[in-house]
T-cell receptor, first 111, second 114 residues
Framework: AQSVAQPEDQVNVAEGNPLTVKCTYS??????LFWYVQYPNRGLQFLLKYITGDNLVKGSYGFEAEFNKSQTSFHLKKPSALVSDSALYFC?????????FGAGTQVVVTP | GAGVSQSPSNKVTEKGKDVELRCDPISGHTALYWYRQRLGQGLEFLIY????????KSGLPSDRFSAERTGESVSTLTIQRTQQEDSAVYLC????????????FGEGSRLTVL
């Protein structure tokens, strides 16, 4: 069985401050981890993924994520948040082809 | 087209009617996924296809839901005898590889059951 948890329903941050969105996972076998973003009334857009190799993964729009095997985490980060980053963020894990998504974290960036 | 295409984009139906939702994946993508997203909620896995076969149907909520894929291309999700709780956005995604390839999502089909 595989699962992914996003412990925060919402994250509030002021523009220009660092942004972190948390994700932990549980999977048998090697995890393949993904982050997606959903803007209002839109489908999901891919941000970045970890398959193997360097634990720090860089993705679209200045986002990055760090894979931590011992803590089974894959937190999404951005050094300086923008108001336009306000959206719903989903972490996902797959090991055997079935993508399991977290419940999502709403990010609100205030000017 | 260049992306995943879903139709209809919006569907309003009466309780008890059948509906069919269509997904046209990116050409060459072997994996295809269906998810359901209720208002303000996360993504609920329904089914995924590898080629034309469905290794995992565990997410289908009831026997009123069925899906098929033909020609390793278009997929249809059919909901029979719709209920109000079926109201949601149904998202389709495709991938070039079932494990390591990222999913490309369509804009979704918004279903409203009156």
């Amino acid at each position: 069985a595989q699962s992914v948890a996003q412990p925060e329903d919402q994250v509030n941050v002021a523009e220009g401050n660092p942004l972190t969105v948390k994700c932990t996972y549980s999977v048998s076998g090697n995890p393949y981890l993904f982050w997606y973003v959903q803007y209002p009334n839109r489908g999901l857009q891919f941000l970045l993924k970890y398959i193997t190799g360097d634990n720090l993964v860089k993705g679209s729009y200045g986002f990055e994520a760090e894979f931590n095997k011992s803590q089974t985490s894959f937190h999404l980060k951005k050094p300086s948040a923008l108001v336009s980053d306000s959206a719903l963020y989903f972490c996902a894990v797959t090991s055997w082809g079935k993508f399991q998504f977290g419940a999502g974290t709403q990010v609100v960036v205030t000017p | 087209g260049a992306g995943v295409s879903q139709s209809p984009s919006n569907k309003v139906t009466e309780k008890g009617k059948d509906v069919e939702l269509r997904c046209d994946p990116i050409s060459g993508h072997t994996a295809l996924y269906w998810y359901r997203q209720r208002l303000g909620q996360g993504l609920e896995f329904l089914i995924y296809f590898q080629g034309n076969s469905a290794p995992d149907k565990s997410g289908l909520p009831s026997d009123r839901f069925s899906a098929e894929r033909t020609g390793e291309s278009v997929s249809t999700l059919t909901i029979q005898r719709t209920q109000q709780e079926d109201s949601a956005v149904y998202l389709c995604a495709s991938s070039s590889h079932s494990s390591t390839g990222e999913l490309f999502f369509g804009e979704g089909s918004r279903l409203t059951v009156l």
